[in-house]
């Protein structure tokens, strides 16, 4: 492993670890994906950014990379845990829409986020109805000794397996109050591992079992996915930290109950470490698609923000931290954003002569930023000071810009500032028009008629265009 050791927080023991991979030649991380009913919004893209990150440093720091991020396309209910609807089957019904077609459309529009974002693509989607088939037998191996049924379904005996809840430090506090009671279970903490169709109902996405014709428990896919992609045990299990209290640790008691493992043996929860990032905010408390009113990068987008300004607005706070969104905050990034693309392209631009000193200390103190787990707000202000570096060569400072973005993921080699100009969806004017008034007023000010170079600028303004002269990142306009 390259340069300072690797150090990573572990939400299973509370503390920071040296990471050391299983296999030398591979890390293995597994990221808890979408469930495709709707879009996502930008507080669970954030989950995706933090995954690209700790994927990115990985490479960084010289080790290979084997990720996997699910498509959950069935079995995620309206509640946390077992009661209400699929929330899939729901999506169908209120869109008259099949099953299929909602999950293709969601699907679609997640992945067009991760590539707005430049999110490294995994080395492979699972998408849980293709491992239907491997949850029946999964669960086969340890139902006889950790289940029980009920009506509804085949329902795990958290119980029977030592230290649930460990992952959560809330068996008996918060992570309870967000499960929804159904009537017979055992114990409250107790989860489907296969719900079964109710007598007379129909879902559209079912698959016979020996539990009776039904669908698979979503804490069920997880383990299935991981462990069936990258063996047991792997190295980091991702997700939002609100996976923290009941989704992971019931994943946990099924990859326990499947392995026969006991606490005192290495990577018996599935997972050598499990990694959470916080929430993002905004001033009415957590992002939720529950309302049914929520942010999604298109919105940003609608309003003329750039992608990668979110992503660099996310990079400019650590990920265990909870971060605000406000629309100041992400339009500061946008701006921070075109200033480090302005300095690339005249860097670019610039003859190229010897550099006065190396740029040795900003690898070792960008190295040593993303070496503790993942200090992107450390990190970045390290690619803002060697840019501004003037003993070291044009030459020099690109290569290592270049080095860093590869894990910040800026996309700074190959973005212009043409690129971070985004139409808002409400301009009422398109960029050739604009170019041709600009044009006209550089004219009249050379001319001297500065009556009509301000009445073109008014006319701009009118349309939502505000023409910012003298502006010190040498912009011309915006909307």
Excluded at 336 to 354: F, H, I, N, S, Y
């Amino acid at each position: 492993m390259n340069g300072a050791p690797l150090k990573l927080y572990n939400s299973l023991t509370r503390s920071i670890e040296d990471f050391h991979p299983i296999d030398p030649n591979e890390v293995r991380i597994y990221t808890c994906g979408p469930t495709v009913y709707n879009y996502q919004h930008i507080g669970n893209m954030r989950a995706f950014l933090f995954a690209d990150t700790l994927g990115r440093t990985m490479r960084w720091k010289g080790l290979g990379l084997k990720h996997i991020i699910n498509i959950t396309d069935v079995g995620h209910l309206t509640s946390d845990a077992d009661a209400g609807d699929d929330k899939m089957e729901k999506a169908a019904r209120a869109q008259q829409k099949s099953i299929w077609d909602v999950a293709a459309h969601y699907t679609q529009a997640f992945k067009l986020d991760v590539e707005r974002l430049n999110i490294t693509p995994p080395a492979k989607w699972t998408v849980a109805t293709d491992y239907v088939p491997q949850m029946i037998a999964f669960a086969e191996t340890f139902a006889e000794r950790h289940c029980y049924r009920l009506d509804s379904g085949l329902y795990f005996d958290v119980s029977t397996v030592p230290n649930y809840g460990r992952l959560a430090r809330t068996d008996t506090q918060a992570g309870e109050s967000r499960i929804d009671p159904v009537g017979g279970k055992r114990n409250p903490q107790d989860f489907a591992i296969w719900r079964t169709s109710p007598p007379g109902e129909q879902r559209q996405m079912e698959w016979d079992s020996p539990w009776g014709r039904g669908a698979p428990g979503w804490h069920l896919e997880c383990s299935v996915m991981s462990l069936a992609e990258l063996g047991h045990p792997f190295d980091i299990h991702t997700g939002g930290i609100d996976h923290r209290e009941i989704h992971h640790p019931n994943e946990i008691a099924q990859n326990q109950a499947k392995c026969g493992c006991t606490d005192a043996e290495p990577g018996f929860t599935g997972a050598r470490m499990w990694m959470h990032n916080n929430f993002l905010v905004d001033r009415g408390g957590k992002m939720s698609k529950s309302t049914g009113e929520f942010l999604r990068l298109q919105t940003l987008v609608d309003r003329g923000i750039h992608p990668l300004s979110y992503r660099l607005m996310c990079l400019s706070a650590h990920y265990r931290s909870e971060l605000e969104f406000t629309w100041d905050n992400v339009i500061a990034a946008q701006t921070r954003l075109k200033r480090l693309v302005q300095t690339v392209e005249k860097l670019r631009a610039a003859p190229d002569k010897p550099s006065r000193g190396t740029v040795d200390g900003y690898r070792e103190a960008f190295d040593a930023a993303v070496s503790d787990d993942l200090n992107t707000p450390r990190a970045v202000p390290v690619l803002d000071e060697l840019l501004a570096d003037k003993s070291l060569s044009p030459a020099d400072r690109l290569e290592a810009a270049a080095a860093f973005d590869r894990v910040l993921g800026l996309q700074l080699a190959t973005i212009t500032r043409a690129d971070l100009r985004v139409r808002p969806a409400d301009a009422a004017i398109d960029e050739a028009a604009i170019e041709a008034k600009l044009a006209e007023r550089r004219n009249a000010r050379a001319a001297k008629d500065f009556a009509r170079s301000d009445t073109l600028r008014d006319e701009l303004t009118a349309v939502g265009v505000e023409v910012m002269d003298g502006d010190p990142l040498g912009w011309d306009w915006k909307l």
